[in-house]
């Protein structure tokens, strides 16, 4: 059974930083993807960053909004994943999802919802001005 449980959310000020953590369970596929998503109330589901477990950070990849201010990175000897948030601004409030799909990528990650399999419950990330 595969569990991810992030943490690392909380209320900030804009222009302050928050890492956020995902920790996976029960991930059995040699090569898969992992990222973050965000969705805020009546708007969809959207990337965030995401990251193969296998391969270099060239296929790292960042939704444009975030590009510059968020890292990405993983850890998989903890079957870990990571996102560093600086200079938070209000519109990246939202909550914030780990997903991973076992499904093989060639280079990158799908940006699309529905290849991730698995999710977390979220964690909250609110930025105020």
């Known amino acids: 059974q595969v569990q991810l449980v992030e943490s690392g959310g909380g209320s900030v000020q804009a222009g302050e930083s928050l890492k956020l953590s995902c920790a996976a369970s029960?991930?059995?596929?040699?090569?898969?993807?992992m990222g973050w998503f965000r969705q805020t109330p009546g708007k969809e589901r959207e990337s965030v960053a995401l990251?193969?477990?296998?391969?270099?950070?060239?296929?790292?990849t960042y939704t444009d909004s975030v590009k510059g201010r968020f890292t990405i990175s993983r850890d998989n000897a903890k079957n870990m994943l990571y996102l560093q948030m600086n200079s938070l601004k209000p519109e990246d409030t939202a909550m914030y999802y780990c997903?991973?799909?076992?499904?093989?990528?060639?280079?990158?990650?799908?940006?699309?919802?529905?290849?991730?399999?698995?999710w977390g419950q979220g964690t909250q990330v609110t930025v105020s001005s």
């Open positions: 029960g991930v059995t596929s040699s090569r898969y993807c």
């Open positions: 990251l193969p477990t296998e391969g270099g950070t060239s296929y790292y």
């Open positions: 997903a991973v799909t076992e499904v093989t990528w060639s280079a990158y990650c799908p940006q699309s919802v529905g290849p991730y399999s698995y």
